[in-house]
């Protein structure tokens, strides 16, 4: 179980840098037709401003979780790692409420079952 929870977590961390790169910077053309947005909402430069600022919360969330569960003390794995998973469990819970259901498939099941497996690890 512990090589599950391993590979989940390193997923969750590494598909939240992945959503930083493409919220900072794919085209406004890619952007809009993964975040099921207008082209003409990503072409503003007030939105491309607000992406790229979500960016960089996805991508410290990324990064945190990852430093989370490989280089702290395994002490603190089941606190922060759980901390920060229930984070992104929130967050894909009102994003998938309110812009598009894939959130939750593609943000919350993954943070889901990761979460599961650090708590039998741990």
């Known amino acids: 179980m512990q090589i599950i929870a391993a590979i989940l977590v390193s997923l969750v961390g590494l598909e939240h840098l992945v959503i930083m790169g493409l919220e900072m910077f ?15 909402y990503t072409q503003q430069p007030e939105a491309r401003v607000a992406m790229a600022n979500q ?9 945190l979780i990852l430093i989370s ?13 759980s901390l920060l998973l229930l984070f992104v469990i929130v ?22 079952l990761a979460l599961i497996a650090v708590m039998f690890v741990f």
């Open 26 to 40: 794919a085209s406004p053309k890619k952007q809009a037709a993964l975040f099921e947005l207008s082209t003409n």
């Open 69 to 81: 569960y490989w280089f702290l003390p395994a002490a603190y794995h089941l606190v922060i790692t």
């Open 91 to 112: 967050v894909a819970l009102y994003g998938g409420a309110s812009t598009s259901k894939k959130i939750w498939l593609m943000q919350m099941l993954p943070a889901i």
């Open 55 to 63: 960016g960089v919360y996805n991508g410290m969330l990324g990064l």
